[in-house]
């Protein structure tokens, strides 16, 4: 059944029978691909293109979209491989004993007397990669509402996004996905 010609009212404006808002305030909620852009509204009823000006600036937004969503996996990236290398510095016991003049000296190095053990530093590292992680979810979600708009140039825009982005942050990554949300 095709529900394109429905158009669903801004809040505020059902049952005036016509009167007091009129089309420029209706966000149309396609169902099926379409190029046309009147009264397209991209995931919230404020983000409505009304003209050809904000068509394009929308489009650019998504693109820039798509691209913080690349440098964001690529910070995610970048703080996991930082992260595993810091572990490998950190000792796992917090002093080492070593012979001075035939006697024993037993030392606290400074990183552990700062509270920087093995176990401080991936238990912190976790919760800062579970942050990113929820963060890059949030993003690809949204992203795939932006797509579920079904305007072809709002899609390209998304899938622009994501080809600029992976030019400019993935260098270091396989193209191959594994959330498929973006």
């Not at 009129?22 to 691909?33: A, E, I, T």
């Not at 913080?68 to 572990?87: C, D, F, H, I, M």
């Not at 030392?107 to 912190?124: D, I, L, M, W």
């Amino acid at each position: 059944m095709d529900h394109s010609h429905h158009m669903h009212a801004m809040e505020g404006h059902e049952g005036h029978g016509g009167h007091g808002g009129g089309m420029q305030d209706m966000c149309s909620m396609n169902m099926l691909f379409t190029w046309d852009t009147t009264n397209l509204c991209i995931v919230f009823r404020q983000w409505h293109v009304r003209s050809t000006a904000s068509l394009i600036f929308s489009l650019i937004a998504v693109v820039l979209l798509g691209i913080g969503y690349e440098a964001l996996r690529s910070v995610s990236r970048r703080y996991e491989a930082s992260l595993a290398t810091r572990l490998e510095t950190v000792p796992t016991i917090p002093e080492h004993a070593y012979r001075d003049d035939e006697e024993i000296v037993t030392e606290t190095p400074a990183f552990h007397r700062s509270g920087q053990n093995r176990e401080t530093v991936s238990k912190r590292g976790h919760v800062i990669k579970a942050t990113l992680y929820a963060i890059q979810n949030f993003y690809a979600f949204m992203l795939m509402l932006v797509f579920m708009t079904y305007n072809g140039w709002v899609m390209v825009a998304v899938s622009l996004g994501a080809f600029v982005g992976y030019l400019l942050f993935g260098h270091s990554t396989s193209a191959t996905k594994d959330n498929a949300c973006h």
